[in-house]
T-cell receptor, first 113, second 114 residues
Framework: DAEITQSPRHKITETGRQVTLACHQTWNHNNMFWYRQDLGHGLRLIHYSYGVQDTNKGEVSDGYSVSRSNTEDLPLTLESAASSQTSVYFC????????????FGQGTRLTVV | AQSVTQLDSQVPVFEEAPVELRCNYSSSVSVYLFWYVQYPNQGLQLLLKYLSGSTLVKGINGFEAEFNKSQTSFHLRKPSVHISDTAEYFCAVSHMEYGNKLVFGAGTILRVKS
């Protein structure tokens, strides 16, 4: 079965360190998204991609970057981790031909100390 | 721009009682509407979606939602809840004109009590 996998599931890092969260999907979807989930805010869009070599900023992109070198992967990098980036991060993918349902990974809980 | 308001942050309800989780949206174009459920320590799972057609949409686990264009609402309902329905529920909107990006509400925690 196709799936979307995030790793690691849990990460503790120190302020100022660079951190990369992995997202791998086997749906062969062109659309991929990164969201962060915080209490009272729901999920907010960080970055997204519509295909290889395409990346776009979302609502809360400051301090984050992504790259898309193939269809399956969209890693999210925190350039210099800050305590405000402590959150749960979700990756999602969708098929642009239908543009409707998005499939989500299990999430990565990141703590910046 | 699109936005979503979920009117209740928490909804406590007794087992076997009916429940309604409220969602209002704003958009300058016609939208697609979704309800997702998140069980503890898990990702989001699609409950149901409205793309077009019948305004009453049926989803998994006995949930349904009604699209009301005049009131810009998409409320989620279940006639009889179970303990296992305890979870957080998110309403979301998207549209191809906005690049299929999902815009989420803040979420509603449904607590089912025995």
């Amino acid at each position: 079965d196709a799936e979307i996998t995030q790793s690691p599931r849990h990460k503790i890092t120190e302020t100022g360190r660079q951190v990369t969260l992995a997202c791998h999907q086997t749906w062969n979807h062109n659309n991929m998204f990164w969201y962060r989930q915080d209490l009272g805010h729901g999920l907010r869009l960080i970055h997204y991609s519509y295909g290889v070599q395409d990346t776009n900023k979302g609502e809360v992109s400051d301090g984050y970057s992504v790259s898309r070198s193939n269809t399956e992967d969209l890693p999210l990098t925190l350039e210099s981790a800050a305590s405000s980036q402590t959150s749960v991060y979700f990756c999602a993918s969708s098929d642009p031909s239908t543009g409707t349902e998005a499939f989500f990974g299990q999430g990565t809980r990141l703590t910046v100390v | 721009a699109q936005s979503v308001t979920q009117l209740d942050s928490q909804v406590p309800v007794f087992e076997e009682a009916p429940v309604e989780l409220r969602c209002n949206y704003s958009s300058s174009v016609s939208v697609y509407l979704f309800w997702y459920v998140q069980y503890p320590n898990q990702g989001l799972q699609l409950l149901l979606k409205y793309l077009s057609g019948s305004t009453l949409v049926k989803g998994i686990n006995g949930f349904e939602a009604e699209f009301n264009k005049s009131q810009t609402s998409f409320h989620l309902r279940k006639p009889s809840v179970h303990i296992s329905d305890t979870a957080e529920y998110f309403c979301a909107v998207s549209h191809m004109e906005y690049g299929n990006k999902l815009v989420f509400g803040a979420g509603t925690i449904l607590r089912v009590k025995s």
